[in-house]
């Protein structure tokens, strides 16, 4: 089986992963990829804000050992992305972060459901009691709309990242999905399958079978991603990921170039 190409991809300019782009791609090989992407995590225009993603003074080198990578392993295609947190008025510096460098594409993503929490942070796991679980799921995709919305992403990434604990609400999250994938179709953009999940207490791809039959039933496309963090980890289960988007009747997933998507067979 040839695996689809593996777009989401840290290293250790994120300050919580290890291995470098050089370092990714050898293991990409090794695992039989023809395509991977690497998408750290952008800075912010405060270095300060939280310890967990590039500063950005780190910015100019990371696209350097992503270039160094593509010469080193030239039998491989690697592209150039970036991981943006998407905020409520962080649009102008998103902008001006897309604009410095030719990217390949862009996932947004959104982590912070409210201001100093991150939803998927393990130190901060008591907020979920704090707030509550739907009321949380459905601030979620009110701001993962709002990154549609924008128009600044191609990819958006892991879309249901608040199952990683384990918090499912009671109530049906299907309008949920719906007003958020409607959006996704009109912009238009791919939707992220993300084999980090299984790796999570809730032990499922992002997003899960029924968010996903919904997605196709809608007509949004999809990448894949590993959301790796160690060399070791490129390409994790991406097999079963793309098990999971034919049993949601999907066939064809996006590659990217020049934040151009083009559709190909899996």
């Excluded at 777009?7 to 300050?15: E, G």
């Excluded at 979620?140 to 608040?162: C, K, M, Q, W």
Aim: hydrophobic fraction near 40%; glycine fraction near 8%.
């Amino acid at each position: 089986m040839v695996l689809p190409p593996d777009y989401h991809l840290h290293t250790a300019f994120c300050r919580h992963a290890t291995g470098w782009p050089a370092d990714y791609a050898a293991c990409a090989l090794e695992h039989g990829l023809t395509e991977i992407g690497f998408s750290d995590h952008a800075p912010l225009a405060d270095d300060t804000f939280d310890d967990w993603r590039m500063r950005q003074d780190q910015l100019a080198e990371y696209v350097a050992q992503v270039r160094f990578a593509q010469g080193r392993h030239p039998s491989l295609t690697i592209k150039l992305g970036l991981e943006l947190d998407y905020f409520p008025g962080q649009i102008e510096w998103i902008k001006d972060l897309a604009g410095r460098y030719p990217w390949d594409y862009l996932i947004g993503s959104v982590h912070y459901a409210r201001p100093g929490w991150a939803i998927d942070n393990p130190a901060q796991r008591g907020e979920w009691d704090r707030y509550g679980v739907f009321e949380t799921w459905a601030l979620y995709f009110e701001r993962l709309s709002e990154a549609v919305n924008t128009g600044l992403f191609d990819i958006i990434g892991h879309p249901d990242l608040p199952k990683k604990f384990g918090y499912y609400p009671d109530q049906d999250c299907t309008p949920l999905y719906r007003r958020f994938l409607e959006s996704a179709r009109k912009h238009p953009l791919a939707l992220e399958l993300n084999t980090a999940g299984l790796r999570k207490e809730c032990r499922e791809i992002y997003p899960g079978i029924t968010f996903l039959r919904l997605a196709c039933a809608v007509g949004v496309p999809i990448t894949f991603g590993s959301d790796a963090h160690a060399p070791a980890e490129v390409g994790l289960n991406l097999a079963a990921a793309v098990a999971l988007a034919r049993q949601a009747g999907y066939t064809h997933s996006c590659r990217f170039s020049q934040r151009q998507a083009s559709p190909s067979v899996f």
